[in-house]
């Protein structure tokens, strides 16, 4: 019975490891993750990456001055040589100063993340324990009785144990993206620099905030989980063992599939309320 116990257990708490886990990765930021080796690396790509941006940037802002304007003679207006020069002199500041930009929109979505944590009353995720009713019942359990509980527990806990490394699977996903996002930063913000093409501009940062905001929606998802996790599911103690385990391990599988459902749907919820397709 103890392998039966054991077994719930280990998957438990490979699953309580895996949420404190992305309670730590949403509060930490991109320059200390890993030790900050994989942040170093991608400064430098943001770096050797800029040269094209700032080559790009001319190109852009040609291309938005022969499309925007009909004639030389337009250009040598004051009003549109002032507005192309605060144009091109914007843009190249997005270029330059990008990554500042990033740092302060994430920063921004950091403090709401813990804002939104410390409203709830949570400083990391809560447990998930076997009851002791259900210890209880296992241990009650004969010998032939107990072959179908050993299934049931066999499935349940790898089960467990597959939608721990999906939903932390996702959370690090997030992370990549913000490192991508970053090393290839100069080059779609080079795109406010010409009128027509400046919309390529806008998506970016919104695609880039919409990345960021996907930490705040997985924390309220994990915050949600938490509380239902402090309320184990209900059991009839007059059923059989098996009855009992099953039960439990069924609305506890429903629950975490809830959770990877909202961890994963959180790219998608993001983008819907900034308006992306």
Request: glycine fraction near 8%.
């Amino acid at each position: 019975m103890n392998w039966i116990i054991e077994n719930l257990e280990n998957a438990l708490n490979t699953w309580n490891q895996k949420m404190a886990e992305i309670f730590q990765l949403l509060t930490q930021s991109p320059e200390t993750f890993k030790g900050g080796g994989i942040w170093n690396v991608i400064l430098n790509i943001h770096d050797a990456v800029q040269a094209v941006g700032l080559g790009l940037l001319v190109l852009f802002f040609v291309v938005g001055v022969v499309k925007t304007c009909g004639s030389f003679t337009e250009i040598k207006r004051p009003e549109v040589a002032v507005k192309m020069f605060v144009r091109f002199a914007l843009a190249k500041a997005a270029v330059t100063h990008g990554l500042e930009l990033m740092l302060a929109l994430f920063s921004i979505v950091q403090g709401l993340i813990a804002r939104i944590m410390t409203a709830a009353g949570f400083s990391g995720a809560e447990n998930t324990v076997l009851p002791e009713s259900i210890k209880d019942a296992i241990n009650n359990t004969g010998f032939f009785e107990s072959i179908p509980l050993w299934a049931v527990t066999l499935l349940g806990g790898l089960f467990i144990t597959v939608l721990s490394f999906i939903v932390i699977m996702s959370v690090y996903g997030r992370f990549m993206k913000l490192y991508m996002y970053t090393a290839i930063a100069p080059v779609p913000l080079s795109a406010f620099a010409g009128e027509p093409s400046s919309s390529m501009g806008k998506s970016f940062v919104k695609s880039y905030a919409a990345v960021c905001l996907e930490g705040a929606i997985v924390v309220l998802a994990c915050i949600i989980f938490s509380l239902f996790a402090s309320a184990p599911p209900a059991v009839n103690a007059d059923a059989a063992a098996v009855t009992q385990v099953w039960s439990y391990v069924g609305e506890l599988i429903f629950n975490m599939l809830v959770l990877v459902g909202a961890v994963k749907m959180a790219d998608r919820l993001v983008r819907e309320m900034l308006g992306l397709q």
